[in-house]
């Protein structure tokens, strides 16, 4: 069964291309510094935004039709997961990421949602086997059901804490099942709106214990690749307890948690940071992990979850990817959904397209920044006065406070201190990307 009858497999044509359904820069198995294309950016498709997201806002109903001509739950699901093959095929994605109640329809019982959970693994594993496609990363959606209105492991009731535990269970059954590399926990609705009823303490205590315990029970059943947080500030509670890369990393010190970090663009932004700026909190406490490809609108301060094609921000972003060494068990997802009123099947095929080839191109960029030097030798000789003398010991942590007074007393006054160039670098930059 085809769901995207008319569209072709996308093949790269090179930038000149006027084909709208072309790449003009993706060439998966082209050698970028060493390795190819779809090595480097290991794309996944996104269920719930591309096989359940119907175009609902909050003045509006759908505006397209997910159930891919299924009438009956299962069927719906199922003709979703035909379709969402048939779409990593047509586009050479080569990983997905799902939400347990993405891939499979909600019982009335946790048993009979488990139930449709196992139709649907075995389905979807049939279909992994027979394309080669991978499951880049798992998560259980504690979010969306009333039960999780105050949160789920920061919930005030136990029984939804025991809920919640109990779906994780599962979801992480079915990723270690399906070959996942990720584990993914984003915070839902682990938050609050109110000190006046929230005793954050155990909030956050609970929090702690039912990673801790979930992520353990991977370990035991197996699962090898990552865990993963995902910061975000806001939305849907007003304060979030994983609001940005640097609280959650002290979270994760606080509760002896081995996890790293699933960095989303439109959270950092949303966070007052810049994309950037989150991917390297990430990689210089060592928790570099994977990545939500999408962005945000600075005229909006929600979560807009858009297709990137913003060039400046996928160059600076696979900069930072290459400077971290790439990828090991990430990936870059597309958590990204299309605008209410690009409602099409095509519009999902030109979506992906435009991130997939804003993402290429920031790779090719990334690689030629790096390879031009400028920027990187700008940076090296910033910091060269750590290289020898006081700097040297400071450095190495090898200096007294002593010998610090003794050298600023003898100095007189510190000698002019360069220029940071910040507009010689930002036209270095452009010079790269214009060229
Ligand atoms: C919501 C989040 C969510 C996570 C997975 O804003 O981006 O989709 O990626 O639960
Ligand atoms: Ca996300
Ligand atoms: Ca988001």
């Known amino acids: 069964m085809a769901f995207f009858k008319h569209i072709p497999v996308i093949p790269y044509k090179g930038k000149d291309s006027r084909d709208p359904l072309s790449f003009r820069y993706y060439n998966p198995d082209e050698i970028i510094t060493g390795k190819p294309m779809r090595e480097h950016l290991k794309f ?127 979801a992480m059954e079915v990723t270690v099942r399906l070959g996942g590399s990720g584990y993914v926990y984003w915070g839902g609705r682990e938050g609050y709106e109110t000190l006046l009823n929230t005793d954050m303490k155990k909030e956050l205590d609970n929090l702690g214990y039912l990673l801790k315990l979930t992520s353990d029970y991977g370990r035991s059943i197996g699962f090898k690749g990552d865990f993963y947080i995902e910061p975000k500030p806001k939305e849907p509670t007003k304060h979030q307890y994983d609001f940005d890369a640097a609280t959650v990393i002290g979270f994760l010190r606080k509760y002896n948690l081995d996890f790293k970090l699933n960095i989303e663009a439109n959270h950092a932004t949303l966070a007052g940071h810049t994309f950037e700026h989150e991917l390297r909190v990430a990689a210089v406490n060592g928790a570099f992990g994977s990545i939500d490809a999408n962005q945000g609108d600075p005229h909006l301060g929600w979560d807009t979850d858009q297709f990137p094609t913003d060039v400046y921000s996928t160059t600076l972003c696979m900069l930072e990817v290459l400077r971290a060494g790439g990828f090991v068990n990430g990936g870059l997802n597309f958590d990204a959904k299309t605008r209410r009123g690009s409602n099409t099947a095509e519009d999902i095929i030109y979506a992906y397209i435009a991130g997939m080839d804003a993402f290429a191109l920031g790779l090719r960029k990334a690689a030629q920044i790096i390879e031009n030097g400028t920027i990187d030798a700008f940076v090296a000789n910033r910091y060269a006065s750590y290289s020898s003398g006081i700097g040297q010991k400071i450095s190495q942590q090898a200096v007294t406070i002593e010998e610090l007074e003794a050298h600023a007393l003898a100095m007189g006054e510190v000698k002019p201190i360069p220029s940071g160039r910040q507009e010689y670098l930002e036209n270095t930059l452009n010079g790269i990307l214009f060229s």
């Open 44 to 170: 996944a498709l996104s269920w719930w935004h591309t096989l359940c997201a119907e175009g609902v806002d909050m003045f509006g109903t759908g505006t397209s039709d997910k159930s891919f001509g299924g009438t009956t739950p299962m069927q719906i699901y199922k003709n979703k997961a035909l379709a969402a093959f048939e779409l990593m095929e047509k586009l050479s994605i080569d990983y997905f990421c799902f939400h347990d109640r993405d891939i499979a329809p909600a019982g009335e019982t946790l048993a009979e949602s488990n139930k449709n959970l196992d139709e649907m693994a075995d389905f979807i594993a049939d279909l992994m086997k027979k394309s080669g496609k991978k499951l880049l990363w798992g998560t259980a959606n504690c979010f969306n059901h009333p039960r999780y209105m105050h949160g789920a492991g920061t919930s005030p009731e136990a029984d939804v804490f025991a809920y919640a535990a109990a779906q994780i269970k599962k």
